[in-house]
C-alpha cells in the first residue's frame, strides 16, 4: 500500500484520537496521573493490603495476580512500567464477601505491581510488588 | 476477530446461608490492545472487553472497570456472600458494544 | 549427520552459555499433577526401552514450569485451554457436510475417544500411511461426514476438536507403537530428530536430549516431550500444536522449517511421541 504524507499524518492523528479522546478508554497517561485520579492526591498507608504476584514470571502475557484489602471499597492494579500503567479496578457491591480477588494480567517487562485499595472511610491503601519477566529462550 | 466469544463462571452448587463463597469467571477474548501492529504494518484496532459485573439477586458483587493490561481471556475471581438462595449475573462489557451475559443458580439451605 | 562433531562456531557458544547456567538443579522434582483432584498425571517415569542410557527419567514439560504455570494446569477452570476444548465440543455435537452427520454421529461422545490420543500417530493400513490425530479428523470429514472444504491442519477449529480429543484422555498412558508397519516413519523421524537444522546449525537432541533443565537465556529447557499437546501457551494465549511447535523449534535455527502436517513432521511426532512412552496424556496441558 503507498501512502502519502497527508494519509500519513491523518492516521497518525487518528490514532492519536483513539488512545485520548474517547471517554470510556480514557486511560492516564502516566503512572502518577493514574493513581491521582483514584487517590484525589491523598496518601496511602502500607497497611491492611496483600499484594501476591510471582516474583517471576514465565512470560508477561499472562501473570496470576491476587490482592486482598479488608474493608475497601475498591481496589487498583497498575502495572508501573506498561504503555498504560492502568490494569483494572474493583469496586464492592453490597453483595461481596470479601475484598479480595484474583486476576491475570500483562506486564511488559520486569517493573513494579501496584495495588492500591480506597477503604470505606475513604483512606488509601498501597501494595507493591517488584515482577521479574522471563525473556523465553524460543519464540516457537 | 470476535468470534466464539464464550463466558465460563463457576460457583457452587450449593451453600449455607451467610456464607461466603468463591466465584470464579472466564471469557474466551482476544483483548486486542490496540498497541499492536499487523502483518500489514497498521495497528490492529483496540478491542477489548472494558467492563466485567457480577451481581447476586440484583446486588452488586463487583463491578470491575477493565483496561488493555489484563490478560487474553479474562479471568476473574472475588468471593459473595449468599444469604438466600438465588442466581448470580455475570456480564462482560465488550468495546464494539456487545454484551455477553451468563448465570449460575445457587442453592442456600 | 553427527551430532557431536558438527557443532558450528553459533551453536558451540550457545551451549556454552547455556551450559553455564543455573542447571537441573533449580528444577523441582518429584512433584505429582493431579488435575481436578481427581485425574493422576505421570509426570516423570522411567525412559522407553530404547532411551535407556539416554535418559534416566523422562518428565513431561510440566516438570520445568514455575508453580503459577503449573497450578493453572491443575484445575479445569484454571486451565484457559477448555476454552477452546468446549468450543471443540459444540463442534463435536454439530452436524457438517452433505451426510448430515455430526461427531457424535458415530462416536457418540467425546469420552468414547478416550484411547485415541495416547496410541496417536499410528500406522493406518488402509492409508498405507502414519496418521496424526489431524489426519484422521480429516479423513473422518472428507470420507465419511461429505466435508468439502475439511479443517486446516492448524486451524483453530483444529486445534479445538484435537484439544477435545486429548482432553478425554488426560490419564492414559501414552504408548505409541514403533515397530511393525511403523518403524520405517519411526526410523525417519529419529533421523530428524537428530539431524542439525539452520545456520545455528541445532539438533532438537542437542537442546532437549543433552541440555534439558539448562536455561536458554532465562528459560529452563525441557525434554521437548509432546504429551501436553496441544497446549495452552501463555505467550500465544491460545492453543497449539504440536506441528506448529516443531515449526518454531526449526525456524529458531534459523533453518527452513517443514510443513505443518508434512510426512516428515509427521515421522518427527511419531518419534518424538514415542520418547514420551510411559508419560500420561496431559493435553491441553498449560506452558510458557
Not at chain 3, 547456567?21 to 533449580?26: E, K, N, P, T, Y
Given at each position: 500500500m503507498t501512502q502519502t504524507r497527508r494519509q500519513f499524518v491523518g492516521n497518525g492523528l487518528a490514532v492519536a484520537a483513539a488512545f485520548f479522546g474517547l471517554p470510556h478508554i480514557a486511560s492516564a497517561a502516566t503512572l502518577e496521573e493514574a493513581i491521582a485520579a483514584f487517590t484525589s492526591g491523598s496518601d496511602a498507608g502500607a497497611d491492611g493490603i496483600t499484594l501476591i504476584a510471582p516474583e517471576i514470571a514465565e512470560n508477561g502475557n499472562t501473570v496470576p495476580i491476587e490482592v486482598s484489602a479488608p474493608g475497601a471499597a475498591a481496589i487498583m492494579l497498575l502495572a508501573a512500567r506498561n504503555p498504560s500503567p492502568d490494569v483494572c479496578t474493583f469496586e464492592f457491591g453490597p453483595a461481596a464477601g470479601s475484598q479480595m480477588v484474583s486476576t491475570r494480567i500483562r506486564l511488559a517487562g520486569e517493573q513494579e505491581v501496584i495495588a492500591i485499595a480506597r477503604m470505606a472511610d475513604g483512606s488509601f491503601k498501597q501494595a507493591r510488588q517488584n515482577v521479574r519477566v522471563t525473556i523465553g529462550g524460543c519464540g516457537g | 476477530m470476535a468470534e466464539n466469544i464464550v463466558p465460563r463462571v463457576r460457583v457452587p452448587r450449593d451453600a449455607k446461608a451467610g456464607d461466603v463463597v468463591s466465584v470464579r469467571t472466564l471469557i474466551s477474548h482476544p483483548m486486542e490492545s490496540g498497541l499492536r501492529r499487523g502483518s500489514d504494518g497498521n495497528l490492529i484496532p483496540r478491542q477489548i472487553i472494558n467492563r466485567f459485573t457480577c451481581t447476586f439477586n440484583g446486588a452488586t458483587v463487583v463491578d470491575v472497570t477493565v483496561h488493555p493490561g489484563v490478560s487474553t481471556n479474562p479471568y476473574f475471581q472475588f468471593e459473595a456472600k449468599v444469604d438466600a438462595s438465588g442466581t448470580f449475573a455475570f456480564s462482560w462489557y465488550d468495546d464494539n458494544g456487545s454484551v455477553y451475559t451468563d448465570t449460575a443458580e445457587i442453592a442456600v439451605a | 549427520m553427527n551430532k557431536k562433531t558438527l557443532l558450528g562456531g553459533t551453536a558451540a557458544a550457545i551451549v556454552a552459555v547455556v551450559a553455564a547456567?543455573?542447571?537441573?538443579?533449580?528444577i523441582r522434582t518429584g512433584d505429582s499433577l493431579v488435575i481436578n483432584g481427581e485425574i493422576q498425571i505421570v509426570t516423570e517415569t522411567a525412559p522407553p526401552a530404547f532411551l535407556e542410557g539416554v535418559f534416566n527419567t523422562v518428565y513431561s514439560g510440566w516438570v520445568f514450569r514455575t508453580d503459577e504455570t503449573r497450578a493453572m494446569q491443575a484445575d479445569d477452570f484454571d486451565n484457559p485451554a477448555m476454552l477452546y476444548v468446549e468450543q471443540g465440543q459444540t463442534a463435536f455435537d454439530t452436524p457438517m457436510g452433505t451426510e448430515g452427520k455430526s461427531c457424535a454421529s458415530c462416536h457418540d461422545n467425546a469420552e468414547s475417544l478416550a484411547g485415541v490420543r495416547a496410541t496417536y500417530p499410528k500406522w493406518d493400513a488402509a492409508h498405507g500411511a502414519i496418521q496424526t490425530v489431524e489426519m484422521q479428523v480429516i479423513e473422518c470429514q472428507t470420507e465419511r461426514m461429505g466435508v468439502a472444504e475439511p479443517y486446516g491442519y492448524d486451524s483453530q477449529q483444529m486445534r479445538n476438536m484435537v484439544a477435545l480429543i486429548a482432553s478425554v484422555g488426560r490419564g492414559q498412558t501414552v504408548n505409541v507403537a514403533i515397530d511393525g508397519p511403523a518403524a520405517d516413519a519411526w526410523e525417519k523421524g529419529r533421523e530428524i530428530y537428530y539431524t542439525q537444522y539452520g545456520q545455528m546449525e541445532l539438533s532438537c537432541a542437542q537442546c532437549h536430549e543433552n541440555n534439558y533443565g539448562n536455561l536458554i537465556r532465562a528459560d529452563h529447557l525441557s525434554q521437548g516431550q509432546v504429551n501436553g499437546f496441544p497446549t495452552y501457551r501463555l505467550k500465544n494465549a491460545n492453543i497449539v500444536s504440536v506441528h506448529n511447535r516443531f515449526r518454531g523449534c526449526i525456524r529458531d535455527t534459523r533453518g527452513e522449517p517443514y510443513a505443518i502436517g508434512s510426512p516428515e513432521f509427521v515421522a518427527l511426532e511419531l518419534y518424538v511421541a514415542s520418547r514420551g512412552n510411559g508419560l500420561s496424556v496431559e493435553g491441553p496441558a498449560v506452558r510458557n
Open positions: - | - | 547456567g543455573v542447571g537441573f538443579a533449580d
